[in-house]
């Protein structure tokens, strides 16, 4: 069982930066995707980054490009999530997600693996 645990959230001001973590424990080996998702109040939850365990390429949406960048370190088995340029939109809960084959980076319920989330509030 695959188990992960995000951290780095938090209250910051528009134009600020934050790193978020996601340690993960457990057999990793039939990975194919990790990646990260947020949901904001009253919204449904959404892919904003993604990467391959497999080739190491990654995704990331539009809204995102340019400020948000994903990486991985394979000895820590830790995935992150830096965040530049922080908007008041950008604000909800994150999610590090991890899913097999079939995962993929815009779909929420095609990850098997979810950690309980980090908050993220961008606010003056």
């Known amino acids: 069982q695959l188990q992960l645990v995000e951290s780095g959230g938090g209250l910051v001001q528009p134009g600020g930066s934050l790193r978020l973590s996601c340690a993960l424990s457990g057999f990793t080996y039939d990975l194919y995707a990790i990646g990260w998702f947020r949901q904001a109040p009253g919204k449904g939850r959404e892919g904003v980054s993604c990467l391959s365990t497999r080739d190491g390429s990654t995704w990331l949406p539009e809204s995102v490009q340019g400020r948000f960048t994903i990486s991985r370190d394979i000895a820590k088995n830790a995935v992150y999530l830096q965040m530049i340029s922080l908007k008041p939109e950008d604000t909800g809960v994150y999610y590090c997600?991890?899913?097999?084959?079939?995962?993929?980076?815009?779909?929420?319920?095609?990850?098997?693996?979810w950690g309980k989330g980090t908050p993220v509030t961008v606010s003056s």
């Open positions: 997600a991890a899913g097999g084959w079939q995962a993929m980076c815009d779909t929420p319920g095609s990850m098997d693996y």
